[in-house]
Each structure stands twice: as C-alpha cells, then as structure tokens.
C-alpha cells in the first residue's frame, strides 16, 4: 500500500480513532459484549440450579403412610397430607410444588403386584420441575430397595435384577464447558467479523456519501480504487482486530474461571483446553481473507445504500446472514468435514471449533482457506464495481 | 501576473462533453475553451446539467463521449498528472468532523503530491492568506459555516492549481462569506489561474465572469462575453438574459 492509498489509510484511521462512539461500537461492544454476556448466562444458570437445589420446596401426599417412607430419602423438601383436589389447588397457586397419589396399597404387602404411582406437578414453574425430580429420584430409589428385598426373599442375588452394569468412560476427558466454549467461539468469532465490519462500512461508505466528504475527497487527484482500498484495509483491520481479541477473551474467560471458580463443582481442569499453537496459528490466518470477504460484501451493500438507514438495514442483513451461518456449530454432531468445508463461513466457525478441541484435519481446513480465499477474491471485484459505480457515488441524475 | 485572458495558452479544453444515465440525457455535446487569466461562467435552470459538466471537467465523473485536456492533457489520464492541476469545490462540500484544518490541508497536500517542508510552509501560507491560524488545530466540527467555507477553499487551493472548478460555492453562504469567495477568484483570475464558475448569483456573474456559457437541458444554448449576448438577445437585464437563453426550447 503506497501513495495515496497509504495517505488515505492513515486518515481513516485518524477518524476512526478519534470517534470514540465508532471504537467503542466497533471494537468494545463486540468484542467483550459477547462472552461477558455468555460468561454472565453460564454462571448465572449455575448459580441458579445451585440455589434452586438448596431451596426448602414443600410437598404433599395422599396419605401418612406415604410421608413415613418417603420423608427419611428427601432433602429440602417436607411432606404433608392433602386430598388431591386441595393439592393441585396448591400448586397452581404456588403454595405448594407437587403431590403424589397411589393407585392401590403403597405399603409393601405382597410380591405379586405394583402399586402404581401419579406425580402431579407443573411444567410451567421451575420449582415445581425441581420438586418433582426430588421426588421421583426418591421413589425411584425406595422401587430399587423394594426389588431387592423380592429377591431376597426369593433367595435371589442383587445382580439377578441387573444383568448389566453400563459404565461410560470418556477417553477425551473432555469437559462440557470446554464443549460450550468451543460452541461459542465458533458461534461469535465469525459474526464478530460481520458485526463490525457492517457498522464500519456503513460510517465510512454511506456515512462519507451522506455527509458530503465523499465528492470532496474524490476531487483531489487520486483514482477512486485507492479510495476504496483504504477503506477496505481500515474495515478489513478492525474486524481482524474484533475477531482476534474476541478468541483471547474466550480463552482468557476460560482460562480465569479454571483459576477463580471451585474445581470440583464445576468440573474445570487446565488440561481440558487442547489448543495446538499451529492450529491456532491456521485460524488466524484463515481469518484474514475471512476480514477481507466481510468488508467486501458490507461495501458493497453500503455503496448501495442512499441513507445511513438503508446502509444500517442492508449490512445488518449480512450480519444476518454470518450469524445464522454460525449457528451451524450449536447443532450436535456437526464437525469441519470435507462437505462442509465448501460452505463458506459454516466451514470457518467449524474450523474455530474443532481449533478448541485441537483436532483439527488439515484436509478439510486446508478447502476452508481456499474457499475462504476465493471468495474474498470474487467479492473484492465486486464490490470494487458496485463501490465504483457513478450512479451510487454521485446518486441519480436530477431531472431537468 | 496576468490580468487578462492570455488567449496563447487554452488551460482547459472541453471537446464535445456527452453524459448520458441510462436514456437519461444530462449533458451532450459540450464543447469550449477557456484560458489562462479567465473567468468561465456557467448559467443554467436547476437540472440543465451544470453539476454534471463541472464533474466532468474536474474527472470525477467519465463523460459516455468526448475528452477534457487541462494542460493538453486528458483528464481522465492514469497518471493523475492533469488532475493535479484542478482545484474543485462545491457550495455541497464538506469537511471531516473529526479532524482539524491542518489534518485536512495536510492530507489534500500529500494527495497533491506535496510533502515535508514545502506542505507545512504552503499550509502556514495559506492560513495567513485565509485567516485560518485562529481554528487551525480546531475539530472542523466545531467551526461555523463561514470559517468551515474558508477551509474548503483552502483545501481547493493548498496546491496552488491552474485551474478552479467551482460548482455554486456561495449557494449555503451569508453576504461576508460570499464576499470572501469573489475576492478569492478575483485573485485567482490576477495570478493568470483559469476559473469555471457556476451559480445563480446573477451579481457575482456580472462582477466575475469574463465569458458566460448557458447550459439548458444539458445542450449548450449559447457561450460569450455578456456585452455579446445582450446584444445578440436584445435584453439588457441579466435574468431577462437568463430567462431567454436557460428556458425554452433549442
């Protein structure tokens, strides 16, 4: 980049700096925005259940006898006897979080039939779902205790009830929260780029032509091209910057809570990041042709654009567009795969994906650039055309 | 310095200028010279086109047919060369909120291809011929509209070009303001600098213009001095002069 070009650059710079709305919309909000609300939605959901699991949550039943056996295998949550109909009354009112009734004898009085059981709750109230789960588990285990003591009396062993013990073991060791971050680094590094390029592009093309800066900066003795060059390198720039520093906060993110929060409650062991330098380094390279695709498309629907509001709508519908391409990796089972890899932008979240999990195929990321790359390629020129062309420049001709 | 045209030495030529959008037709067939030391006048109904010509003449804008020399040289030329020689401004003009005079100077001048000292001295110039030194460091969001004028006029002239290309630079101004504008082409016109003036100020065509061009439904109806077409029109008032040769048909 020389000459004009270059000139042009360093004042776009000195203009986008010096607009602390621009940084603090293009670069901040983006970039810590994201996982802080992620990070604030994990940790709140945490705190939530925790709290929610220590919380006294009253109960009922249809007879004492009921309350003799069940109240012993359950904490937190205290029985009393009701008839059914002033039970449910409770619950919809919230005095109460569900009731159990029994069709039959629930006391153990022979070894020929089940007692079935009905566990009234609500699926509206999260109190409720809690309740209900306490007192399944319960039950569950006094049916287990029941079963045992049949073949006991039968003369049985234990193991005649279980043919099988299933035990999963995970040879990835990997935790559900490296799981999550993976999700959600390939979910936002992608529409971080979108993000700001689009509100870039729509202040530096649209914005100019509205303000009236634009006529004034083509008539000083440069070709239209190196305007747009700057403009792309600026925007091009600051969504890299965007996207780079949105990977180091999720990693940051990750790699603090492995410090501050208790290892045993959540689960959160260092050795469960399996990021590979070369793998990242592969991303970030991915990126910069990524940076390159997002400006053209946002210049391109900029340099269309009449207003700011036409701008602001079109670009946001290429932001659009990347965060339902991101979406992609929320779905189980989806991985970078040689199919895959030809979708552009579905194959770059994927790859971010995989980059966390440090398992990464060369093949399929090697079709990702590629992909990434021609693309750029394709829509540089075009928006090269459409940011050219006198009729989005100047506007349409008045009438005579 | 020249006080007169110098008729040896055509700064720009215009060669049959043809602008169409579409089937639209904005300018056809425009043809004209003008030299050094002159003050070219272009008159026109709103729409006749005039925007377009000057954009042409200046190369921002390709003409679909014809060619603009400035120094003999096309405009449009990839090396830039002739475009370096045309100051443009328009009363539409605007100025970068966020950055001061001195950005701006600074910045016009390098894409003039100036440079080091040379730049700062002609910004320091420049800012004492136009009485800038006051908001020279000041965010040009924070001027008024006469002192922002005052910096597009000096962001038009920070290469000292041989041609100015004004497009209704008084339309948005105050009397004081406009004032300035006139005395700055009067200047121009003394240092032998070639001028394309357009506005429908009839007083600053009376006061400026060496010769007029009237442009109506963007053919040129007529061009000359005005002693010659009140003569070849029998009106004596400048706008019955405009009303008959901007309105009507050809």
Redesign the interface.
């Known amino acids: 980049m020389r000459g004009a070009t270059w000139v042009l650059f360093k004042k776009e710079l000195r203009e986008f700096l010096r607009d602390k709305r621009a940084v603090f919309f293009t670069l901040v909000m983006p970039v810590l925005a994201m996982p802080l609300a992620f990070g604030g939605i994990l940790y709140g959901t945490w705190w939530a259940k925790q709290s929610l699991a220590h919380e006294v949550l009253p109960a009922s039943v249809a007879n004492r006898s009921m309350v003799d056996v069940l109240q012993g295998q359950l904490q937190h949550t205290p029985l009393e006897v009701k008839a059914r109909e002033e039970a449910l009354e409770h619950i919809t009112q919230k005095k109460l979080w569900a009731f159990v009734e029994a069709e039959g004898h629930f006391e153990e009085s022979d070894m020929q039939h089940s007692v079935k059981l009905r566990l009234y709750y609500s699926r509206q109230q999260e109190r409720s779902k809690e309740v209900k789960e306490r007192l399944h588990k319960a039950l569950e285990a006094l049916n287990q205790e029941r079963l045992e003591k049949r073949f006991e009396k039968m003369e049985l062993s234990k193991a005649f009830a279980k043919p099988m013990v299933i035990e999963e073991v995970d040879v990835t060791q990997q935790s559900p929260w490296l799981e999550m971050l993976a999700v959600l680094i390939g979910f936002c590094i992608v529409n971080t780029l979108f993000m700001s390029s689009a509100n870039l592009a729509t202040d530096l093309v649209t914005g100019e032509k509205e303000r009236g800066t634009l006529e004034t900066l083509l008539s000083a003795p440069l070709k239209p091209k190196q305007v747009l060059r700057a403009k792309q390198a600026i925007i091009s720039a600051s969504a890299l910057f965007s996207a780079f520093l949105n990977l180091a906060v999720f990693i940051g993110l990750f790699l603090v809570a492995t410090w501050v929060l208790p290892e045993k409650e959540w689960g959160l062991e260092l050795q469960h990041l399996h990021f590979q330098w070369g793998q990242l380094a592969f991303l970030c390279v991915c990126f910069v042709p990524a940076a390159f695709l997002a400006s053209s498309i946002c210049i391109a629907l900029a340099s269309v654009a009449r207003t700011l509001k036409a701008s602001q709508t079109t670009t946001s519908l290429a932001a659009l567009a990347s965060l339902m391409a991101s979406l992609v990796v929320v779905f189980p089972g989806m991985e970078l795969s040689w199919p895959l890899a030809w979708m552009p932008l579905v194959n770059l979240a994927l790859l971010a994906k995989a980059c966390v999990f440090g398992n990464v195929e060369y093949g399929p990321a090697a079709l990702t650039l590629a992909v990434t790359v021609l693309l750029a390629v394709v829509f540089q020129k075009t928006s090269t055309r459409i940011f050219l062309d006198e009729r989005n420049v100047f506007g349409a001709p008045p009438k005579a | 310095m020249n006080k007169t045209a110098d008729p040896q030495h055509a700064v720009v030529e215009a060669v049959g200028l043809t602008k169409h ?1 579409g089937a ?1 037709v ?1 300018v056809e067939g425009v043809s004209f010279r003008l030299y050094a030391g002159e003050v070219l006048g272009i008159l026109g ?5 005039k925007t ?1 010509l000057l ?1 042409m003449l ?1 190369g ?3 003409p679909t047919a014809g060619q603009t020399l400035i120094e003999g040289m096309d405009v449009l030329e ?1 090396s ?1 060369k002739a ?2 020689q ?1 100051g ?3 009363g ?8 001061s005079p001195r ?1 701006i100077l600074h ?2 001048g ?4 100036l440079s080091g000292l040379a730049l700062s001295n002609r910004i320091n110039s420049l800012a004492e011929e136009m009485h800038l030194h006051a908001f020279l460091d000041k ?1 040009c969001g924070q001027l008024s509209s006469g002192m922002r004028q005052r910096v ?1 006029v000096a ?2 002239l920070v290469a000292d070009p041989s041609l100015y290309v004004l497009d209704e630079p008084t339309a948005t101004l105050d009397p004081m303001a406009s004032h300035d504008i006139v005395q700055l082409v009067q200047k121009a016109k003394a240092r032998g600098r070639a001028v394309v003036f357009s506005t429908h100020r009839m007083e600053e065509i009376e006061y400026l213009c060496d010769r007029v061009l009237f442009l109506r ?2 053919r040129m109806a007529t061009q000359g001095t005005l002693e010659a077409l009140k003569q070849q029109s029998g009106k004596l008032r400048l706008i019955d002069l405009f009303l008959h040769f901007a309105q009507g048909e050809l």
Do not use: Q
């Open positions: 959008f639209e904005a109904a709103n729409g006749s086109g377009t954009r200046s921002l804008m390709r990839p830039l475009r370096r045309v443009f401004l328009t539409n003009t605007r100025l970068y909120e966020k950055l950005d910045i016009f390098e894409l003039y291809g965010r597009s962001r038009a439904k963007g």
